[in-house]
């Protein structure tokens, strides 16, 4: 792997700069602030190319990957474009030479991840995914309780998302783009309950509810004959019998109260949009029988740390953080609980 000597040459630049979330600036932005220097954008739509222009006067752009990768000097490419274009678009970086970064989720199923990982050792180039959520103060505490005893062992996590709402008209409402409807932020919570439990998963059964928005949308509906699953489930065996449960539902009429729930033998340990909340067995419980509960404000979010990481890695002073092998496992999870919803029975996991 090619070492840097300082961040500075590392010449950093993105695929797509998007109006969502304005995610292109974001990651520039972060890469600047560990040392790296913005260098490139690519974006296929003017409009947004204009706006890359305004925010970073005197950077070089382009309207396509293929010119990109012909003329710019550029060391490390981010890819931040819709889900199915990661793995093509960064294929194409890694076979010219490049280091890559792709936005969750890393790609779309185990296969991909095979070929890109098996592409990026032999070209000697780093490959990893911005999993920027790992650093969430919300998830480093409770990693950090979790691990100091506060809730004994961990036998079952429940993650959710959603609530029961139409599909909105954008590229993530489309399965053959997005994935499904677990490849958003089912894969944020994924990597969060898989920090946490210290396991190998070795089981997977998916379950998925379809239709019922795809028969309800306008005849117009521009995703309608294309569209992501209402609720997906996938529910995760783990080597030593401990649960995951993921959750993402646009047909849930019961919101769940929390994001995840890490249950274990002395509580549980919930983490909500607005704070987080325990409640154990503490020394009161043998007499009274009832749980102490306590609250509070979730720690300061650290995702800076994500590009930290990277820059130290490329100039040789710290290992990655976010391997391509630790990507894949949420992907190869989610990709087994699709194919397990279709066939109707439990799959095994390879990638664990
Ligand atoms: N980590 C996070 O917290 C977080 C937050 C938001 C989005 N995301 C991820 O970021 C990615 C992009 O999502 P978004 O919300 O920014 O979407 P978006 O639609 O706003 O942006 C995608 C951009 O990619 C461009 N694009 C499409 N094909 C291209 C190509 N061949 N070459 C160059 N540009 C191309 C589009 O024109 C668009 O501007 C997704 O993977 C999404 O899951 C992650």
Redesign the pocket.
Known sequence: MPHFASPRDIKVGV??????????RKHLLEMKRAGMTPFAV????AE?LAVAEDDFPGIETYG??DAMLKRSDVNLLV?????N??FP?AMKCVRAGKHVV????FVVTTSEADRLIAAAEKQGVMVST????HWDGWVLRAKREIDKGVIGDVFRVEANMGGYRAPKD???TSESISGGVL??WGV?LLEYALQVIDDEAVEVSGFAHRGHWEANVPKSFPWRGDMNEDEATAVIRFAKGSLLRLRISQLNALPDPHLVAFHGTKGCYVIRWDGWTTRTAGAAFRKTGKLTEKTGQHPKDQSHRYYQNVADYLCGKADLVITPQWARRPIHLIDLAKRSAAQNKSLKVKYG
Do not use: Q
């Open positions: 695929v797509g700069y998007g109006g969502a979330f304005n995610m292109g690519c974006e296929v739509d947004r396509s990957l890819h931040i474009t819709p889900h274009l990661h678009l792709t936005e969750k989720p911005y999993h920027n959520r954008w590229w993530r490849y958003d944020h």
